[in-house]
């Protein structure tokens, strides 16, 4: 008669079909679609395969706790209080920019909050009537690099990747314009 020495971990075979699961060399396509018919045989068959016969009533109820205790902390640490635009463009920028223009774009930001536009177009929108001497159309060129930062532009989120670090008024139009993209962009990420 031969003995393991080694004591039995659940955790440890748990991960290990766990991965099993993940590296098995089927194709089976998620069901996208829970109005197609075949989406219930799916989750039937693979609930089937999911067998909690070994654990107690008491073991389940507590890894459930656990699980969802650690995913409710997840959620507790992002969701802060909501920050209005422009406080939270006025500690950014507050020192760069004038304060009639921030509050002029916060107050544009604040009424696209529920709009259904593209982000592009929010930009736009937002710094509009502070550009008025800029057409729709250059606005519009200049504003996806702003809207659309996370994948073509990583450093277009810092002002001196974007402007000289000189006062407002010694500023040219443009980089006006372009630092004036990057407060709006950024007041809509505070929503």
């Known amino acids: 008669m031969s003995f393991n020495s080694q004591p039995y971990d659940r955790d440890k075979l748990s991960e290990a079909e766990l991965m099993d699961c993940l590296l098995a060399a089927t194709t089976t396509e998620y069901p996208w679609n829970p109005a197609d018919p075949d989406t219930a ?27 969802f205790t650690q995913i409710q902390s997840c959620w507790d640490t992002t969701s802060a209080a909501p920050v209005s635009p422009l406080a939270a463009i006025s500690e950014r920028f507050g020192t760069r920019v004038p304060q009639q223009w921030l509050a002029q774009i916060a107050a544009n930001v604040g009424a ?26 250059d606005l519009l060129v200049m504003a996806r690099p702003y809207a659309y930062a996370m994948r ?22 443009l980089e006006r314009a372009k630092f004036t993209m990057l407060i709006a962009r950024y007041a809509i990420d505070s929503l």
């Open 152 to 173: 073509c532009n990583p450093g277009v989120d810092e002002p001196d990747n974007i402007v000289r670090p000189l006062a407002w008024e010694q500023l040219s139009e």
């Open 41 to 67: 045989d799916y989750y039937t068959q693979t609930d089937s395969q999911f067998n909690l016969d070994d654990w107690s009533e008491a073991e389940i109820a507590d890894r459930s706790s656990a699980f």
């Open 112 to 137: 696209l909050a529920t709009s259904n536009l593209e982000p592009v177009e929010q930009l736009v929108k937002a710094v509009g009537d502070l550009l008025s001497n800029w057409a729709t159309d």
